[in-house]
């Protein structure tokens, strides 16, 4: 180590080590049990995701479908007429983040409202949730949160590799967060759209940012798929660039039990 670097970063160059052996013998330590939706899930499950281009599913009909949002994705789901979601995953940090970004989660979502609201990567209390949810009117019937080791713990459950998101490049977004939810859950199908490893900027605003996790997203989704889930797209180009199935209303069978 070179005795002149800076000391922050020394001091991160010497912790990681002892940072990534803690992180993996608390997560064996406390075996956290991957979220679970509160009802079977019978239907197949559209997921819409934040990225610029998206798709509704040949043969939609709403009662046929359970609707998942994530973040500020909503606006889409809205602007189709699709009504209010049954379940909304909102990564912690847009909850009050002061970044363009988590600014314009919050504005779309304003006034709005979810059946399910699950909370991402959360360290706050269930009551620390609601008041903040309430400071930009938000509502759900059910508030509920997926900390850290849950969402390890779900990534594990799903692709049986373990995940522990030490770099970058492991991490994963909050969309695939909830396909591995829906597929953990025994979605009979999940058909995506807006999520889309190739993109860049969000539909709900115009500050064209980089898409984060870009490389991780699309392995996970490769792998799968290789693995043999009922895992399908609603974008053509989503089904040109990855390979994934485009959805023609078919009915896959579910691996996770």
């Known amino acids: 180590m070179n005795p002149d670097a800076p000391k922050p970063l020394r001091k991160r160059l010497f912790d990681y080590p002892l940072l990534v052996i803690k992180r993996k013998l608390l997560y064996r330590l406390l075996h956290p049990r991957p979220p679970r939706h509160p009802a079977p899930l019978t239907k197949p499950v559209f997921i819409v995701g934040s990225a610029p281009v998206s798709n509704p599913p040949v043969g939609f009909r709403r009662d046929a479908f ?7 994705s909503q606006t889409v789901t809205a602007r189709w007429g699709m009504g209010t979601p049954d379940a909304t ?3 912690v940090n847009q909850l009050d983040g002061a970044k363009p970004n988590a600014l314009a989660v919050r504005a779309v979502l304003t006034g709005q409202e979810t059946d399910l609201l699950w909370i991402v990567r ?10 903040n949810i309430a400071a930009f009117n938000y509502r759900c019937r059910d508030l509920r949160k997926i900390t850290r080791h849950q969402r390890m713990a779900l990534y594990e459950a799903v692709t049986g ?5 030490m770099h970058l490049e492991e991490k994963f977004s ?6 591995l939810y829906a597929l953990h859950n025994c979605a009979p199908a999940v058909i ?8 860049h900027g969000h539909v709900y605003n115009e500050l064209n940012i980089d898409r984060m996790h870009i490389s991780s997203d699309r392995a996970t989704l490769l792998a799968l798929s290789a693995l043999g889930f009922p895992l399908y797209t609603s974008d053509p180009h989503v089904a040109d660039s990855l390979g ?14």
Request: aromatic content about 10%; charged content about 20%; proline content about 4%.
């Open 192 to 199: 995506i759209t807006g999520i889309d490893p190739g993109s």
């Open 161 to 165: 590799v373990a995940n522990f998101e």
């Open 122 to 131: 959360a360290h706050r209390t269930i009551e620390e949730l609601r008041r």
């Open 89 to 91: 995953f909102l990564y």
């Open 66 to 72: 359970t609707i998942f949002t994530v973040n500020g």
């Open 244 to 257: 994934l199935p485009l959805w023609k209303g078919q009915i896959g069978r579910c691996e996770v039990q």
């Open 174 to 179: 909050t969309g695939i967060t909830a396909v």
